[in-house]
């Protein structure tokens, strides 16, 4: 596909509710991001995927929250018993490479339009 | 510990004018940021990446300075026009780990 996809773009829980939201990162694309973003806040990190291994999971909020991408490719981020204060946008962004710290084109991020998740 | 900010109250400035937007950050120093361009509704878009031995980035109308002595990054728009309102947000990522660190953004309003 042309850029990173997430499904669906509007979630409407209720309070206790599992929900499961999806990202389909571009094509090829190694590393994989899944961040919160509140109202008026910048994204938060959540935890990030190197093809299919979970390499670092430390923004994860508690253990209502699970990720996964099984193939390397296509990511699901799970909230388990939702709260009010998951309300938030969730996004997810892929990367071509391996994070670096040379600044260099593996370092650029690609966003999704990210989830919109309302806890009622 | 580790933290990127920027001036949360909004900025809003002429058509025509050069808009400067700041971000501090401190107890770190990072190899590189990056800001990016967010519309409501829609994911971050990367505009530019600057390292920590470059003073300066320019990509069409938009400059980036990293000023390691005051630990600040400034990124302008010249010649600014209402086209580009948005938030803009600055990130950076620091040692090894994976994890990048946003600002909370700075939203520009250009007035015609």
């Known amino acids: 596909g042309a850029g990173v996809s997430q499904s669906p773009r509007y979630k409407v829980a209720k309070r206790g509710q599992d929900v499961a939201l999806r990202c389909d990162p571009i094509s090829g694309h190694v590393s994989l991001f899944w961040y919160q973003q509140a109202l008026g806040q910048g994204p938060e990190f959540l935890t990030y995927?190197?093809?299919?291994?979970?390499?670092?999971k430390s923004g994860l909020p508690s253990d209502r929250f699970f990720a996964e991408r099984p193939e390397g490719s296509v990511s699901t981020l799970k909230i388990q018993r939702t709260q009010q204060e998951d309300s938030a946008v969730y996004l997810c962004?892929?990367?071509?490479?391996?994070?670096?710290?040379?600044?260099?084109?593996?370092?650029?991020?690609?966003f999704g339009p990210g989830t919109r998740l309302t806890v009622l | 510990s580790q933290k990127i900010e920027q001036n949360s109250e909004a900025l809003n400035i002429q058509e025509g004018k050069t808009a400067t937007l700041t971000c501090n950050y401190t107890n770190y120093s990072p190899a590189y940021l990056q800001w990016y361009r967010q519309d409501p509704g829609r994911g971050p878009v990367f505009l530019l990446l600057?390292?920590?031995?470059?003073k300066e980035k320019r990509k069409e109308r938009l400059k980036v300075t990293f000023d390691t002595t005051l630990k600040q990054s400034l990124f302008h728009i010249t010649a600014s026009q209402p086209a580009d309102s948005a938030t803009y947000l600055c990130?950076?990522?620091?040692?090894?780990?994976?994890?990048?660190?946003f600002g909370s953004g700075t939203r520009l309003s250009i007035r015609p």
């Open positions: 600057i390292r920590e031995n470059e």
């Open positions: 990130a950076s990522r620091y040692s090894s780990a994976s994890k990048i660190i």
């Open positions: 995927f190197q093809n299919e291994a979970q390499l670092d």
């Open positions: 962004a892929s990367s071509s490479r391996v994070p670096g710290l040379a600044g260099g084109p593996e370092d650029t991020q690609y």
